[in-house]
């Protein structure tokens, strides 16, 4: 909401060399061991401190503003007041690194290692296949420590909230909670026993089904006596501290501790630049992204009269600096004690914080910072209005009393608090037996997110009567404040509280907060709904609480239809069962093809030794570079003055398209359109204009930001719509025609037309795109990256660079996550690097912030498409046009491949028989769009499944029977004419349905809908047919090369990348099953151009296909060489086989290569086949949604999937869950927005929002069909990454069908469109009632959104 100016305070130089000299030695423990720092930087956080100067490299950066939990720390403090030692869970990214003086700080490398011992939080994630990229598995680990060093045999409820501050992008989270679930009291058997607390199977197990991935009873014992105590020496230093100010003096920044009132005073009063800091989790996220400056630091965390909560008789007082924690849990224990009526504030406050950040923010943020920093969506701020709180401010010169009243918020952030004042406490009113209070949010996503509406309501009831006598209502987030409904409270006093109330003063509201069309956040309709909305329901949750506690004085009653408006989501801890096909009883112990062996990688990821590109220690010599990027969609570059940010100390050059000793010009097939530095035009926000290098990553990025860039600006086209208005397209049109459409239409009853909308999907990989370039000799390069596509990487670079592909060597160890976002644009970013490298001459690195990486990489591609589908009465599919759009950016990348695959999905599992489908790729001015997980194939099937939904809705039909009508049967071919064989669709839809109890559940959801207004329950089933290769036919190759060492041990090289997906893992079992070695024997370094060359970019779900049979091949070639001296020595042992081997001279390395047979198909000719084999699925899931509020709750979901024979089902299920989760990010959750001038809105955590743990579906069943084995690819496997990702659109449908009942409870039939992802704010407004008409939409081109989606 707006943007802080950027302050540029200077330290004032006398108060500077008064305060210089005197600096305190900075002291804290690390992992046991003492640091002390007698020049500490104070701008640097914990996060900094810990990876670049103690080198620990177990934390992660993941965003740095406090939204992934990936940088979790430990941090234990002693208070000398109360006595007590406190562990705390907190974001090492923004705690500034002077916060931990006098603490100690545990890190995941504190915990254990694999070389010594690992502690049972590792062990257990890493053993329950709760790490796949491992990026974020050392922040989980760190939460769940510090929750366990609190509580050492925590109930799932506090698991469950433990990890609200923490992300991952890969595994679905179910794993995680899986394999902490057994540090409960009950514990967990893993899934043994059929009776598991995660699971409950009502039939049993099919012979041969297992549904056990790990095995609990291998795990370490927990022993809470055994972990570290709190360092004595710090207990001493603690309990001797003197009373005076901490000073911290750094070279830019000084750093300030007061120990006592007076000196925080003093220094506001003389210090007036000064900012004062508490949790720091405000402050440091506007330095990190706004670039402000605090040369002077006040933290005012360690003053008491600032700490103390303090009950009064008529409430309670609570210090300005308490964290949010303590109020938290300050206020659970005064509900326990105290009569419920006196305590509806701090119930209201309990309930709000439950959905304010994650622990790790909660534990250092203060109720004061909130208040001061008073942001127009700060969740308390409508509360303390509502409550009539007071807040004491005090000053040097005196203290005075005020009410957060209407006057309290002066503007934008601004309030009435003087420079020199700092708010010593804030007063909470109990309330009375007549008074009523509750508060309410409505967020993007429910848990660990800022509101889009908030709201705190009180009302005080005459004595004996229901009649107001006062009210407070006070809103967030429709305006530049939280702001007070004045003409609504003024209205209600003296009005009964009973039915007309609410439709009264509704039109009150809306006066008291408008919001004109292009408001500032935007979603105008929908938030001035939400006010109505809230308020009906604290009419409902008021009348209900009179009719419980003084029957018979109100004069209506609450009809239990309308009671579901208030009730929470019924939310039981998550379970699950995962069920797949074990190995047949005679497979060899040592072949481990079929085993649910665990990530190979998984134990290093959990003790943080697992090493990613930025964990690389620093090479001689080694430099930063920070991006110059566009600040414009479309624009000329007039000039560009680098002159301000050369001169910068510390700065080594500025690179730009006049550096570029080879080709500027990149691109993929068929057109090379993509450059590495603009070259006098831009055509996007966030393309590289050029490069600053400096020392350090701080120095680059400041002087980044001085790089003066003129532009003249050119218009520019954002959305899909534009781009069709204007004509924007690249040449590059593709078309689908089977039968014929017109006469399907002739012979058809109806004739239905709609648009379906799919929205872009940041990847949102928990590593950002981090690549670090050293120069050699002789025009030599290393490249080592965080890719998917080492070989693309090695030519983008040795094309920059003007050399050929073999000076440079590209390397991956291994990606935190990639889905497609590092397959093509990350080459430009290394190709910028390289040439920046080879300008200075020295290795540079790059390590992109997470909001850079959001607005450079690109997104999913969104779509708009245009149908029209025949069919006959009976709902039988006779004729389908569809014209597809896709937002391509602004340029080709992968763009037409994705479009080809969309094009050959949107049929999903339909045989629509006439079918025509015209492809276009609509040119913008945004990033490239780009691959991602599914590569256009879920753009496409959305369209196939939302025409199915839509035709049920038309004809009142089952939507069920309806799809049981038109599916594909064996044998049937495509529209793109494949045939379909080895059809397991039936058997997993008869699984499913069976499976999920799919009838009686309907039955159920549509009882509770007939008896529920204003919650709805959704039911839906989806099928999904996913088909397996590269697009383009070369992709389809892989090589691998085998060594065999003298010892026996094997290491393998392939041309696939480790990215989280198991492809490692996997390979090493096919090579185990050829070798007939253990796959303990056999080990796999990293991914090089060196070992295998002209390697395929790892994707399409197809690497383990393609790489496997190489490696197979490989080892086949190796076994053959062994065969004669094994059968020599038919009871040797492979060691002794090998040495004898090696012993008569035979090689023992080899390399493997494989292609795929199937043929391509031609779009010239329409022959071929595109696919080799296609991966069924079917998918049910229930939802229920708050049809006032747009809030839903997965209820259930159950999965049966067809994968073959799988390679390893621990693996496979776990990319499952991970692609379903990701799935229910693309079509409901993740909302990419921008401004009409093509800046990003939604960068970083903090405003685009991830699935998190609190979203996965209560109940989540996954099964792998069994009995399934697939003849076209290595084992009778079949590919995972993509396929299931689809299955996830079964909630958006469970959503659709829940708002058909909202809308049919308001006699609305029609069929409707709702849009991708399904948002809050979409769901509310398709559910149309009352409130909502109050706000018709404005006519689109009468003003200026505040932001598009394109
Ligand atoms: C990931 C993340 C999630 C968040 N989620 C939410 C959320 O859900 N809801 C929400 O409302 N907020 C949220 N916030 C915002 C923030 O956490 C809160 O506003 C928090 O309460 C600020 O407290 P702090 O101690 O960290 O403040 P700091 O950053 O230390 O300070 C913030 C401001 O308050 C001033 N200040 C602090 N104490 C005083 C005092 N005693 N007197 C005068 N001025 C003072 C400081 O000078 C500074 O200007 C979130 C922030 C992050 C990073
Ligand atoms: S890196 Fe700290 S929370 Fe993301
Ligand atoms: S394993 Fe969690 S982000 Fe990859």
Redesign the pocket.
Known sequence: MGDLEVQNTTLDSKQASTLRPESDALVFFCNGKKVVDHHVQPELTVLAYLRTKLRLTGSKLGCG???CGACTVMVSRYSPQDKTISHLAVNAC?APICSVHGMAVTTVEGLGSTKTRLHPVQERLAKAHGSQCGFCTPGIVMSMYALLRNSPEPTIEEIESAFE?NLCRCTGYRPILQGYKTFTKDGCCGGNKANCCMNNLPNGLEEGVSTQLFDPSEFAPYDASQEPIFPPELLVAAGKAKLTIQKFVGDRVIWLRPATLQQLLELKANHKQA???????????EVKYKHQEHPIIID?SHVPD?TVIEPTPSGVKVG??VS?TSLNEFSQKLIQEEPEYKTRVFAAIVEMLK????HQ?RN???????I??G?P????NPLFMAAVCSLELKSTTGTRTVVMDSKFFTGYRKNI?GPD????NIHIPFTSQNEYFCGYKQAPRRV????IVNAGMRVVMKPGINVVEDCTLAFGGMAATTVLAMKTMNNIKGRTWSDGLVDSMCPLLAEDLPLPPGAPGGMETYRQSLTLSFFFKFYLVVLEQINQTQPGLSGSSVSSSLKTANQPFSKNPARGVQMYQEVPSGQPETDAVGRPVTHLSALKQATGEAKYCDDIPHVDGELYLALVLSQKAHAKILSVDASVAIATEGVHAYVDINDVPGQNMLGSSPVYDDMFFADNEVTCVGQVIGVIVADDQAIAQRAARLVKVDYEELPAIITVEQAVEQNSFFPLVRRIKRGNVEEGFENSDHILEGDVRSGAQEHFYMETYTTLIIPGEDGEVEVISSTQSPTKTQTTVAKALGVPSNKVVSKVKRLGGGFGGKESRNCIQAGVCAVAANKVNRPVRLMLDRREDMMVTGTRHPYLSHYKVGFSKEGQLKALQVNLYSNSGCTYDWSHSVLEKTLFHIDNCYNFHNVEATGHLCRTNLASNTAFRGFGGPQGMIIGETILSEIAIKLALDPLQLRVMNIYKEGEKTHYSQELKNWYMDRCWKQCVTSSDYANRRRDVDQFNSESRWKKRGLALTPTKFGVSFAVKFLNQAGALVHIYMDGSVLIAHGGTEMGQGLHTKMIQVASRTLKIPYEKIHISETSTTTVPNTSPTAASYSSDLNGMAVKDACEILLNRLEPFMLEDPKGTWEKWVDAAYYQRVSLSTTGFFKASHQHFDWETSLGNPYNYFVYGVAVSEVEIDCLTGDHQVLRTDIVIDVGDSLNPAVDIGQIEGAFVQGYGMFVMEDYRVTPGGHLLTSGP?FYKIPGFDDIPAEFNVSLLTRAPNPFAICSSKAVGEPPLFLAASIYFAIKDAIVSAREDEGIKEVFRLDCPATAERIRMACQDKFTKQFPAPEPGTYRPFFVRP
Do not use: P, Q, R, Y
């Open positions: 503003e406090g939204g923004l501050g900012k004062m800091v508490v949790g720091n989790t405000e402050v440091g996220v005012a600032l300005a600096s949010l959905w304010f950040a994650g923010i250092v943020a203060c109720i004061g910072g909130n001061a920093t942001s969506i700060s969740d308390l608090i004042e700092v708010i010593l660990d997110d800022i509101a903090g």
